[in-house]
């Protein structure tokens, strides 16, 4: 129900985009995040959403490079990422959480894509 996509190879530095596409979801009905997993580590909150996209939400370690937003028109979610890191490199997920209780802890979170390769070359 959740497709998420725009990984790739970038440079330090440099930016992408991530998008992540909602079906057979009331999508306006969910606080919408984005977790990433690096290699050999647990997986982490990034950024949240409230469900008009009127509140967000990021890690310390995001604050100030990316940016979340939604379009419930179009039931999709999205991670612009600038100033790109060695540290960013991960999978990245898109999550759909219909409480929006606490939308930094992933137990909380009910749908999940199958994530997105994010690698951030030195």
């Known amino acids: 129900q959740l497709q998420a996509c725009g990984g790739g190879l970038v440079q330090v530095g440099g930016s992408l985009r991530l998008s992540c596409a909602a079906s057979r979801l009331a999508f306006s009905n969910y606080f919408m995040g984005w977790f990433r997993q690096a290699p050999g580590k647990e997986r982490e909150f990034v950024s949240a959403?409230?469900?008009?996209?009127?509140?967000?939400y990021y890690a310390d370690s995001v604050k100030g490079r990316f940016t979340i937003s939604r379009d419930n028109g179009k039931n999709m979610v999205y991670l612009q990422m600038n100033s790109l890191k060695p540290e960013d490199t991960a999978l990245y997920y898109c999550?759909?959480?219909?409480?929006?209780?606490?939308?930094?802890?992933?137990?909380?979170?009910?749908?999940w894509g199958q994530g997105t390769l994010v690698t951030v070359s030195s």
């Open positions: 959403i409230s469900w008009r996209g009127r509140r967000t």
């Open positions: 999550a759909a959480d219909r409480s929006g209780s606490d939308y930094s802890s992933q137990n909380e979170y009910d749908y």
